[in-house]
Nanobody, 127 residues
Framework: QVQLVESGGGLVQVGGSLRLSCAAS????????MAWFRQAPGKEREFVAA????????CYADSVKGRFTISRDNAKNMVYLQMNSLKPEDTAVYYC????????????????????WGQGTQVTVSS
């Protein structure tokens, strides 16, 4: 397990951008695939994006593909989610998550996938 702390959330207008950050503890960040999930009030937590241990591979939900970019810096134990062209439906609490298995297909990224979760950071897109 790793400890995860998200930051970078806030209020942004439709069409704007935000970059979320996730700080991971430990010296073995490269052992973990990382992912972002989000949860709107009254909605199920849903998968957003994942990145492989090396950062060479990424996977995105259809709803964000082409707008969001997940990246990582293993030397700094950091994972990022760059969010562009934001829409009101992107409003949610965003959670960083980690596990030892990376998958290239969104089907596998249920909430049960993650072995570790961050506390979440609120993103609000105003219309």
């Amino acid at each position: 397990q790793v400890q995860l702390v998200e930051s970078g959330g806030g209020l942004v207008q439709v069409g704007g951008s935000l970059r979320l950050s996730c700080a991971a503890s430990g010296r073995t960040a490269s052992s973990y695939a990382m992912a972002w999930f989000r949860q709107a009030p009254g909605k199920e937590r849903e998968f957003v994006a994942a990145i492989s241990q090396s950062g060479a591979s990424t996977c995105y939900a259809d709803s964000v593909k082409g707008r969001f970019t997940i990246s990582r810096d293993n030397a700094k134990n950091m994972v990022y989610l760059q969010m562009n062209s934001l829409k009101p439906e992107d409003t949610a609490v965003y959670y960083c998550a980690a596990d030892t298995a990376y998958y290239s297909t969104t089907y596998y990224y249920s909430i049960s996938w993650a072995g570790s979760w961050g506390q979440g950071t609120q993103v609000t897109v105003s219309s």
